[in-house]
């Protein structure tokens, strides 16, 4: 199995409904994103697919969010848009644009701050 990672960042702005904390209160983070995906096999040219597909299609994920409300987006709008929820609507997001490929998501990490991230995956 191979698997490809690629990172990129975003800002944007959320706060927590119903939350007994600080985070309650409208504030921003600069999020770094990081994508992992796999394949079991690479193609004609040797790779699991071009670093620069992937990266483009990521930042088509991350710019619905960069420097937005995040409780604004439909999305967030069922859930808190926490570090695990937003990996967790990446992850969905890019499932989709790389259906018509042999390469699935494995991971998404958010990471809000330098020292605290959130990861999904499926199983």
């Known amino acids: 199995m191979y698997e490809l990672d690629v990172e990129l960042e975003f800002s944007a702005a959320h706060h927590l409904r119903d939350y007994p904390g600080k985070c309650s209160r409208l504030h921003g983070h600069n999020y770094r994103v990081a994508v992992g995906v796999i394949a079991a096999e690479l193609d004609e040219y040797g790779m699991l697919i071009d670093f620069g597909r992937l ?21 967030f709008q069922q859930c808190n848009p926490t570090s695990e929820n937003i990996a967790r609507y990446i ?10 490929t042999p390469v699935v998501v494995a991971s998404v990490r958010v990471w809000e701050s330098a020292s605290s991230s959130a990861t999904y995956t499926e199983d």
């Open 55 to 75: 990266k483009d299609l990521c930042r088509e994920v991350v710019a619905e969010l960069d420097h937005t409300l995040l409780n604004d987006h439909p999305f």
């Open 91 to 100: 992850f969905g997001e890019m499932g989709q644009r790389l259906a018509d």
